[in-house]
Structures are given as C-alpha cells and as structure tokens.
C-alpha cells in the first residue's frame, strides 16, 4: 500500500513554470513505477509523464515533450514534474499514479496503476 499526496499547483502564467511534487508513504517506494496524468473536465484521463521503479526508462506525451521532465528522489520518496514554458491547454487537474505489480506496465494506461493522489490544480493563463 502507498498513499500519494500532490503539491505544487497553481497558477502560472504562460510561458512560466511549475514544479509538482507527489510525495509516497511506505517504505517501498523505490519498487513503484511513477506516473503523472491529468484530466480536464468532460474529458479522459490522459498520461502526461511517467519513469519506471528504477529511473531508468521515462516516457513523455508528446504535447509536453522538450518542455516537462518527471524526476524521482527515492531517498525522500517523493516524485517531480518540472514544467516549463506553460501553456494554456496544459490546464488540468494533475494526479500522481504508483503502481509495482509488473516489471513493466503501460504507461499510457491509468488502468494499470493501483493507487492514485487526490490531484492538483494548475491553471496557465495571463
């Protein structure tokens, strides 16, 4: 079991940034695969950014690659996303994702994680 709680969000301006932090309860953190989604109303729940239990592998949407990195910190077992150069469609309700049932798990899929933080706001506008 891992409890995940998100913080960071909030209001940007384009072409600023934010840094979301999601931050584990367990001690085996460092066994989770990591993901970041986010959702906008009315629509699914996307993947924006994910990196594997080792941080070996990650994997970007591609409307936020060259501009988010996700970064994990297994010493403090907390997860980041760096966002930069913001855009409005960037806009959404962002959630953590931690899941170690397979060596290997889709990272597209929120499906495929077990346990989910309750989300935080970023909002991009002037």
């Known amino acids: 079991q891992v409890q995940l709680v998100e913080s960071g969000g909030g209001l940007a301006q384009p072409g600023g940034s934010l840094r979301l932090s999601c931050a584990a309860s367990g001690r085996t953190f460092s066994s989770y695969h990591m993901g970041w989604f986010r959702q906008v109303p009315g629509k699914e729940r996307d993947v924006v950014a994910h990196?594997?239990?080792?941080?070996?592998?990650?994997y970007y949407a591609d409307s936020v690659k060259g501009r988010f990195t996700i970064s994990r910190d297994n010493a403090k077992n907390t997860v980041y996303l760096q966002m930069n150069k913001l855009k409005p469609e960037d806009t959404a309700v962002y959630y953590c994702?931690?899941?170690?049932?397979?060596?290997?798990?889709?990272?597209?899929?929120?499906?495929?994680?077990?346990?989910w933080g309750q989300g935080t706001q970023v909002t991009v506008s002037s």
């Open positions: 990196i594997s239990w080792s941080g070996a592998y990650t």
């Open positions: 994702a931690a899941d170690n049932t397979a060596t290997y798990i889709d990272p597209t899929a929120p499906q495929a994680f077990g346990f």
